[in-house]
Nanobody
Framework: QVQLVESGGGLVQAGGSLGLSCKAS????????MAWFRQAPGKEREFVAT????????SYADSVKGRFTISRDSAKNTMYLQMSSLKPEDTAVYYC???????????????WGQGTQVTVSS
């Protein structure tokens, strides 16, 4: 069982930066691929970024590529999402997720956090 808790959301102006964290419980953090998803009001949840269990492999949605950076620190059982050049369309609830096995851009993750709100004003 893995519990995930996101933090770091908030209100930021367009063009600004914001960092999110996802703290995982348990001793098996290093066995899980991790990801960020987001869901804007009235829209379906969408993939943002994923990172492999050892942090070697990453992939991003085209909409955030070059602006967002995913990383993880196994010593701290924490995953991060550094967001820059933020746009109003990045406004959403951001969720972290974990899955046993390799990375995936689908929503086939075993564990989910409760989400953290990111609002980008124009």
């Amino acid at each position: 069982q893995v519990q995930l808790v996101e933090s770091g959301g908030g209100l930021v102006q367009a063009g600004g930066s914001l960092g999110l964290s996802c703290k995982a419980s348990g001793r098996t953090f290093g066995r899980y691929a991790m990801a960020w998803f987001r869901q804007a009001p009235g829209k379906e949840r969408e993939f943002v970024a994923t990172i492999s269990s050892l942090g070697i492999s990453t992939s991003y949605a085209d909409s955030v590529k070059g602006r967002f950076t995913i990383s993880r620190d196994s010593a701290k059982n924490t995953m991060y999402l550094q967001m820059s050049s933020l746009k109003p369309e990045d406004t959403a609830v951001y969720y972290c997720a974990a899955r046993a096995g390799g990375v995936s851009q689908a929503s086939d993750y075993n564990y989910w956090g409760q989400g953290t709100q990111v609002t980008v004003s124009s």
